[in-house]
């Protein structure tokens, strides 16, 4: 662009300096023009009087009161004047029709000239929106070349080894779990106990993965129930799932501990406080009111 700019303004001042020499031409030939005009005034005022004395002096020589020498010396000058007049009045028309082509020469020449730099200008913007359009392509993939998450966290279950690989669009490249986000925890539910859960019952969580012995039971809080049952496809047994929030007691009670996605725990959820006789007595009642439903 810096190249181009220097261009333009390198064949811009070549233009002026030429439509300065035809300034300059076309002033000189008016000015030579001007000359001649006066020059044919005076030689008309001349021939003018020649003309007068010649028609005065026509019949003083018939009869006699004027030479005729002297007469024909004045159809002489007269006809000496007459050409000089036609010579100056020949040479003014071709002065004038210099200035003129001169004058069309100059306009032609500076038509020219924007003629030239708006095709340029139409190039240049034709080239600037290929550049452009370039740019963003490369820029495009360039910010596609590398991948980046909207939050900070833990990639697992990566799923792209290769260097350089290309990933079909809408696959998953890998998971990351965030860093800063609230710790949940995922379990089933045999279809048995679904009657007795509900968001908002404690759980009491073990990490079977650090060491029994120094890591605290760490306190939770169930924040999600399926809705409907799953089947496992391995298996072929139904379940619902459960989701459980640690908290923030139980987050101060891990510590330093790395809770890492994907690590086994052991969850008892608590479904209520039952005395030593409910216990007993419930398989009681239960048949109980399955007899009652029956009849």
Do not use: C
Request: no cysteine; hydrophobic share 35%; charged share 25%.
């Amino acid at each position: 662009m810096a190249l181009q700019q220097q261009l333009f303004t390198a064949r811009r001042s070549a233009l002026q300096n030429e439509l300065s020499a035809m300034d300059e031409n076309i002033a000189g030939l008016e000015q030579q023009a001007a000359g001649l005009e006066l020059a044919r005034s005076s030689r008309t005022q001349q021939l003018q009087y020649l003309t007068e004395q010649i028609d005065n002096m026509r019949d003083l020589v018939k009869e006699g009161y004027v030479a005729k020498s002297r007469f024909l010396d004045l159809q002489r000058n007269q006809a000496e004047v007459n050409g000089i007049l036609a010579e100056e009045s020949g040479r003014l028309g071709y002065t004038q029709r210099q200035a003129a082509e001169m004058k069309l020469k100059k306009n032609q020449r500076l038509e020219d000239f924007r003629k030239e730099v708006r095709q340029q200008l139409t190039d240049v913007e034709k080239e600037a929106i290929t550049i452009q359009h370039r740019l963003s392509s490369q820029d495009f993939d360039q910010r596609n070349t590398e991948v980046k998450s909207p939050v900070d966290g833990t990639v697992v279950d990566l799923k792209v080894f290769t260097q350089g690989g290309v990933v079909s669009p809408g696959a998953p490249m890998m998971e990351v779990v965030p860093s800063h986000d609230a710790l949940i925890i995922e379990g089933k539910i045999p279809l048995e106990l679904i009657d007795k859960m509900h968001p908002g019952l404690e759980v009491d969580m073990t990490f079977p993965a650090f060491n029994r012995n120094t890591t605290p039971h760490v306190p939770g809080r169930v924040i999600e129930i399926s809705a409907d049952r799953l089947t496992d496809q391995k298996t072929g047994q139904s379940y619902y799932t459960m989701r459980a929030e640690v908290t923030k007691k139980g987050v101060r009670l891990l510590g330093n501990l790395q809770v890492r996605p994907g690590m086994p725990v052991e969850a008892f959820i608590k479904t209520g406080n039952r005395t030593m006789m409910s216990y007993l007595l419930k398989p009681l009642f239960d048949r109980i009111k399955t007899s009652m439903s029956e009849e």
